[in-house]
């Protein structure tokens, strides 16, 4: 099994930044992607951003430019700068054996951007 425990979401205003954490303990050898999917009021978890363990990377083309994704060992970050109102979601920490699957997740945490 493996746990994902996200930190470093908040309240900030529009332009503002954050860096979402991800770490994962447990049998993480099994977990070749890492990535952060959100979910806004209403709407459907979409990906946010993946990386594997090799260094590809792909990013919603909502986020290109304004996002990075990066991973260190068993964790993984996304900086998140130019922050619009559109960005307020809970973020999720996903991973799993390949880009496009996901096998486990993290309980979100919640990004909120005021206008």
């Known amino acids: 099994q493996v746990q994902l425990v996200e930190s470093g979401g908040g309240l900030v205003e529009t332009g503002g930044s954050l860096r979402l954490s991800c770490a994962a303990s447990?049998?993480?050898?099994?977990?070749?992607?890492m990535g952060w999917y959100r979910q806004a009021p209403g709407k459907q978890r979409e990906l946010v951003a993946v990386?594997?363990?090799?260094?590809s990377t792909n990013y919603a083309d909502s986020v290109k430019g304004r996002f990075t994704i990066s991973r260190d060992k068993n964790k993984v970050f996304l900086q998140m700068n130019s922050l619009t109102p559109e960005d307020t979601a809970v973020y999720y920490c996903?991973?799993?054996?390949?880009?496009?699957?996901?096998?486990?997740w993290g309980k979100g945490t919640l990004v909120t951007v005021s206008s």
């Open positions: 996903s991973g799993g054996p390949i880009a496009t699957y996901v096998d486990y």
């Open positions: 447990g049998t993480i050898f099994s977990i070749n992607a």
């Open positions: 990386i594997t363990r090799g260094g």
